[in-house]
């Protein structure tokens, strides 16, 4: 075997690709209805916003650090501009920038404090996500609200949609999944292609290092976290769009949702090691899981324990392998 | 054109009241191997970071190749040819031989995008200048560390280097690696490189240096001719005070019963048929290269694995060694080399440090301890230990390497011990502390208590240990009393193949 495919046969991103394609199957022989043109639409549409999240929450992981206050953000930012925008202007590109503006300003909040005095990246996103839901309920007395005919034709724009013959069901696929593609096309670009990228790698690796390096740690730290939280504002706004209508608290609780799928695909929780793609099929996968679970017949209640296991024995899975790479013995015996 | 690349003269530096600098020479010749000793804390690091501008001096004068430098950024530094290479090398595990050779480079041309060949041109440049053979494309965390040492060395190669500066760069290799390293170092002088060599080991200096200055608290004691030296002075210059190491003399008692018996012990990729037996009051070295099993081997007697076969006897009976419980149960203590990762708690006080294997006997019913107790142990060891400290409410890692070996050993001399193990015992540790580790050891043994030593420096074992067995891919290929015994002889069945 070469040293190529050996590699591959190592990754991670192998491995969840199989379940996913053997969750797939299995759906498919118990229900008939996993390939079909809407259900994969669907999954893609409950895949869009939760995966755009993770490419934020992967940069971060990869410096070593960690983003709880993106749903907060992501939330304040839609409200706002949902409720104070749709009288003033009816161009969306408007919503969107002040959306991201609004983000990027918590983003860059969180940066500085954690880029300048080193606190844990824990405390301080749960610190500003707090201070987030605090002023969307406090000073905009956040309810649900109807979203404006701009945002609505948004949501409403399509690429195609797919019918299900059999069951006369049909979903669209929204024109924001160009977005998503875009975005994770960005976040490789960033990741890979830049020094920036690898200046993100360098400290999840090594801070000391990559200061000594010539890394501008501190700036790389700040355009992380602003990364993150403008990418939230805009996400934000998008999740509106799908669900045409203002959900304020619909967001809750997706931090550890994408925390989990980053570390479900591979990327280390404690920095230094994490792809877009896998990302993506952490992601792909607890996307498929929560989705088809109906398809099997079982009750929503038990998706979300269901979910819980997957993350559980995926990530024991990988703790187990780095525990026994670690124990493992590998003194050359004399050949007897 | 000056001779010397590094002129330092009466160089000071403070923080807040603390001297680290009071006035310290330093003079490099050109294409010297330059030796830079001294005991942790008296200034080494902080010349070091003067001369790579990351301290400003509050007094003196810096000459980098007959240019003086009052105030010196990083940036002049590198570009007047100093580099450093960092104890810990700096290097990043998670990404590739390639990316580590490469990204400083880059970063210092202002480029904003990668590119995967530029890269490998780079790297590949880097790696010939010291005909370094590696796969580019490997992680680096997956390579030893006298890999990631080369692959340091070959970054700094990159911006012409007229002076590298290596901060202990034996520590944490095998002598056939150091000595590879040497060769390294005698090519790059042949190229005019000048070498500041910053380490602890005399033989070293002897090796590879040309001449020599000293530190103690921040002033110099010592500089000359590296041929002018002897082990006394140079321990003088360090410590400051006179060393004089004690052979240890052992005599076995006749009928005295072996306090450890391996037979025929096994553990796949790890040893195999290991015989060996351990009088009252002896200690033992073990000696070897990383990989030869010699760990292992101590680490099944303590229970960290469960060998496959054989038999332990202890004080002649024999016991299983499951884990690290029956290890503990039978009496076997064991000190690792990385105690700050294996054998402390280092946020934790020193008194809980040392107490915490007796804890389940010192705890009354309900579990609540009898602190008073456990003071009083406490401070007994360490009085009789003298470990310097402050306080033993205070928190592990407020001492020193040595003192923190220290109060590892006392954790376990608390219990009876059968065995005691020593797993590189003074890696990393001054001198000073070194002598003082390797007395109470003796003195231990001489009190009954039967010590294994494991260790790469091979006079230490032969000037500490009574006995010596040399271990090769997991077999005991020399046993013998280490009077008859000498250091190249031993060196030799370490390495042979």
């Known amino acids: ?336 | 054109m000056s001779d010397y690349i590094i002129r330092a003269k009466g160089i000071k530096k403070y923080f807040g009241g603390v001297k680290a600098l009071d006035g310290v020479d330093l003079e490099i010749k050109k294409g010297e191997v330059h030796c830079l000793a001294g005991e942790n804390g008296c200034g080494k690091s902080t010349i070091i970071n003067v001369i790579s501008g990351f301290y400003t001096p509050d007094g003196g004068e810096l000459e980098i190749d007959g240019v003086s430098y009052p105030k010196m950024t990083p940036q002049q530094s590198i570009a007047a040819g100093i580099q450093v290479i960092y104890q810990d090398l700096s290097v990043f595990p998670n990404l590739t031989v390639m990316e580590n050779l490469a990204l400083n480079m880059e970063l210092a041309s202002g480029k904003k995008f990668v590119s995967k060949k530029r890269f490998r041109e780079i790297a590949k440049e880097a790696v010939a200048k010291i005909n370094f053979e590696i796969d580019l494309d490997e992680k680096v965390e997956n390579l030893s560390v006298a890999d990631k040492q080369l692959i340091a060395i070959s970054r700094a190669l990159l911006n012409n280097a007229k002076l590298i500066i290596m901060d202990e760069p034996t520590t944490a290799i095998t002598k056939k690696e150091v000595r590879a390293l040497f060769n390294v170092i005698r090519d790059l002088q042949k190229q005019n490189i000048a070498i500041l060599f910053v380490s602890h080991k005399l033989d070293e200096v002897f090796e590879i240096a040309e001449r020599f200055t000293i530190f103690r608290n921040g002033k110099n004691t010592g500089a000359g001719d590296a041929s002018e030296l002897t082990q006394e002075k140079f321990t003088y210059y360090m410590t400051g005070r006179e060393i004089k190491e004690t052979p240890f003399i052992y005599e076995e008692k006749p009928g005295a019963k072996k306090v450890l018996e391996l037979k025929n012990l096994n553990l796949k990729n790890g040893f195999k048929n290991v015989n060996l037996s351990l009088g009252e009051g002896e200690i033992l070295g073990i000696t070897g290269l990383l990989g030869s099993g010699r760990t292992e081997l101590v680490q099944a007697l303590f229970g960290y694995h469960k060998a496959d076969s054989g038999e332990i006897y202890i004080r002649g009976k024999k016991v299983q060694i499951n884990s690290v419980k029956d290890g503990i149960k039978n009496g076997i203590g064991y000190v690792p080399p990385e105690r700050i990762v294996e054998g402390v708690f280092l946020p934790q006080s020193i008194k809980q440090n040392i107490s915490i294997e007796k804890w389940d006997e010192w705890a009354g019913p309900l579990g609540i301890m009898n602190e008073k107790k456990i003071e009083e142990v406490v401070n007994d060891w360490v009085k009789k230990l003298r470990i310097k400290l402050h306080s033993i409410e205070d928190p592990m890692n407020t001492l020193s390497g040595g003192n923190q070996q220290k109060c590892v050993l006392a954790k376990w001399l608390i219990l009876d011990l059968n065995v005691l193990i020593l797993n590189g015992p003074t890696v990393g540790v001054d001198i000073g502390a070194k002598f003082d580790i390797y007395e109470l050891v003796k003195s231990l043994a001489a009190n009954g208590l039967s010590v294994i030593i494991i260790s790469d420096d091979i006079p230490e074992i032969l000037s500490n240990c009574n006995r010596v067995v040399v271990m090769r891919r997991g077999e005991i290929v020399k046993e013998g009393l280490t009077k008859d015994m000498d250091e190249a002889s031993l060196a030799e069945f370490a390495v042979a193949d």
């Open chain 1, 1 to 336: 075997m070469n040293n190529k495919t050996k590699k591959i046969l190592h990754s991670s991103e192998f491995y969840v690709g199989i379940i996913i394609i053997l969750f797939c199957m299995l759906i498919q022989v118990r229900s008939g209805q996993f390939f079909t043109g809407n259900n994969l639409v669907d999954i893609i549409r409950s895949f869009t916003i939760p995966v755009m999240f993770c490419v934020g929450e992967l940069m971060v992981l990869i410096s070593g650090g960690v983003d709880c206050s993106f749903p907060a953000i992501a939330s304040l930012s839609m409200f706002v501009v949902c409720k104070y925008l749709e009288d003033v202007t009816t161009n969306p590109l408007l919503f969107f920038v002040v959306a991201a503006l609004i983000g990027l300003a918590f983003g860059v909040l969180n940066g500085v404090i954690i880029g300048k005095y080193r606190f844990p990246a824990l405390i301080v996103t749960l610190g500003t996500s707090s201070i987030c839901w605090g002023v969307m309920q406090g000073v905009f007395q956040s309810r649900e609200y109807p979203l404006c005919a701009t945002l609505l034709a948004v949501g409403k724009a399509k690429l195609f949609t797919a019918t299900n013959a059999e069951t006369g069901l049909s979903s669209d696929l929204p024109m924001i999944t160009i977005f998503m593609v875009l975005l994770l096309l960005l976040g490789w670009f960033i990741l890979n292609k830049t020094m920036l990228g690898r200046g993100i790698y360098a400290i999840g690796g090594d801070i000391i290092a990559a200061k000594r390096a010539g890394f501008n740690v501190f700036g790389t730290t700040v355009f992380i976290y602003a990364f993150s939280g403008m990418m939230a504002g805009i996400i934000g706004v998008f999740r509106a769009c799908m669900l045409q209508a203002v959900h304020p608290n619909n967001l809750e609780g997706l931090e550890m949702t994408a925390i989990a799928a980053c570390v479900l695909g591979g990327v280390s929780i404690t920095g230094g090691k994490g792809t877009v793609l896998q990302a993506c099929l952490g992601m792909a996968l607890l996307t498929v899981v929560s989705n088809s679970l109906i398809l099997l017949g079982i009750s929503t209640h038990w998706q979300n324990v269901v979910t819980g296991l997957i993350i559980i024995a995926g990530t024991a899975a990988t703790a187990i392998q780095n525990q026994k790479n670690a124990k493992k013995l590998a003194v050359k015996l004399t050949e007897s």
